[in-house]
């Protein structure tokens, strides 16, 4: 007798029977706004199967993923080696989270971590990016005994409410106070932060290398002049990679692009895992690891249920493993030049596409109002609705015509943000730069189809109003 035939459950006929219903569950049982606007937009896609960088749909058309995630599938789904991880740790039988001894995997893939950046000395492993940002908002406050964190406007660190307290977007915070007593400076602005940390009471600055939100980098020499303010006034400076780090940006972290940049505490997940299992680590100091942990009886201060657990763990390691054996660093690097310097070349060509930034693998592409009549009352039409909806014009043909998935990059942004798998190469670069010179070369035209479909946007942000 299988298992399944003596407990009754069978995964695979389970989603034989009901795997169909996935937007009718999540509309009467999750967050019932999600397949709303996916039908809206016409997202509504049903994939049934993964590998790579690609997906594929019942009619085994295959599609392009240019947005991993949001950064989790770093080195895409799937992948063997970390496949083989996990079935390793799963038939290992582990102890796992018995609370009260010292398995070897948490302490291996430390090592491994630290290592990359060797200015660090100890780890806290977490669940996620935000957890990761908790623990740093925690350890920085009583390291420093100051209880005011400051963070740059338009910044994401994460929706729990320490660091949606840092969150620099209004939008995620309203209806959500009140939060921590935290102050948003603006990114690059150096006098700015000094005239907060003459307050005296200021325990870090945490700040994104470059900024999801919009990809916007830090200004060349922001963050090590930063550091040096924040020390003379015995404060820290938190790194947030939670999506930049891990090769994405073409370093292994993306404070590395700058020379002298040592931060005192490094925050990490998405990537870590290869997309398996949560996962959250924060990197530190080793006396800011001491201040908190000063004694036995504040051994668990700080912990986590699921923390160290051993899949997690595997996971992680057997990423780091990929990365070094595949060259994923350098690769990413070399095939994010690529990228932006196909779709920079463009920028002459199109009057609607105003830039396009970034760094490695993480591209943003900016629009804006062009200059012809025609194209111009278009736009007008658009921003009167809601801004950022053209550049959802853009993401939806992508998808529709060209079968490449993207996002756009923020709320009332006109930027769309390319996180893919850092394992894409020149054929995937080939592919996303010929579509989107298809869907430039029909917005240009005044296609129709284009146009229709910002009519039906402009009514539904008119009706949600």
């Known amino acids: 007798m299988t298992v399944a035939e003596s407990t009754g459950f069978d995964l695979g006929r389970l989603l034989t029977q009901r795997g169909a219903e996935g937007y009718e569950l999540h509309a009467r049982y999750l967050n019932h706004q999600l397949p709303r606007m996916l039908h809206t937009i016409g997202f509504d896609k049903v994939y049934e199967r993964a590998e790579g960088a690609y997906f594929w749909d019942a009619d085994g058309q295959d599609y392009l993923d240019m947005l991993a995630g949001f950064g989790v599938m770093g080195l895409g789904r799937h992948h063997p080696v970390v496949r083989k991880a ?101 990114l690059g602005d150096l006098g700015a932060l000094e005239r907060e940390l003459r307050r005296g009471d200021v325990a870090a600055l945490v700040v994104e290398p470059i900024q999801g939100k919009g990809v916007h980098a830090a200004p060349p020499g922001y963050l090590r002049a930063a550091q040096d303010l924040l020390r003379r006034h015995k404060a820290l400076l938190i790194a947030d990679e939670v999506q930049t780090g891990l090769g994405r940006t073409g370093d292994f972290f993306a404070y590395q692009h700058e020379g002298g940049v040592e931060p005192d505490l490094v925050c990490v997940a998405k990537a870590l895992s290869g997309g398996y299992v949560p996962i959250g680590a924060t990197l530190g100091k080793d006396w800011i690891f001491k201040r908190v942990y000063s004694s036995m009886d504040r051994v668990l201060v700080h912990s986590a249920s699921f923390g160290s657990n051993a899949q997690a763990m595997a996971a992680g390691l057997a990423t780091l493993a990929v990365m070094e054996d595949e060259g994923i660093v350098a690769r990413a690097r070399h095939t994010g030049d690529l990228l932006r310097e196909r779709l920079a070349a463009l920028v002459p060509r199109y009057e609607l596409l105003h830039e396009v930034r970034g760094r490695g693998l993480m591209v943003g592409i900016e629009f804006g109002k062009p200059t012809s009549l025609g194209l111009r009352s278009r736009w007008t039409m658009l921003q009167a609705a809601r801004k950022g909806l053209f550049a959802q014009l853009v993401v939806a043909p992508l998808l529709h015509r060209h079968r490449i998935l993207t996002q756009v990059s923020g709320d009332h942004l006109e930027v769309i943000k390319l996180i893919p798998p850092l394992i894409i190469g020149e054929p995937e670069v080939d592919r996303f730069v010929s579509a989107f010179t298809a869907v430039m070369d029909d917005a240009h035209d005044g296609g129709g189809l284009l146009w229709d479909f910002g009519k039906t946007l402009v009514k539904q942000a008119v009706a949600n109003r």
């Not at 090592?111 to 100890?122: K, Q, V």
């Not at 660091?163 to 959500?176: C, H, K, W, Y």
């Open 86 to 186: 996990l079935h390793d740790v799963l038939d290992a039988n582990l102890p796992d989270l018995t609370r009260f001894d010292c398995q070897p995997l948490p302490g291996l893939l430390a090592e491994r971590l630290l290592a990359h950046a060797p200015h660090l000395d100890r780890v806290f492993f977490g669940n996620s990016g935000t957890e990761a940002v908790e623990t740093a908002l925690k350890f920085a406050r009583y390291a420093t005994r100051k209880p005011r964190v400051l963070y740059c406007t338009h910044a994401f660190h994460g929706l729990t409410t320490g660091a949606l307290s840092v969150n620099g977007e209004d939008g995620f915070r309203d209806g959500f106070a009140p939060l921590l007593p935290d102050t948003a400076v603006p």
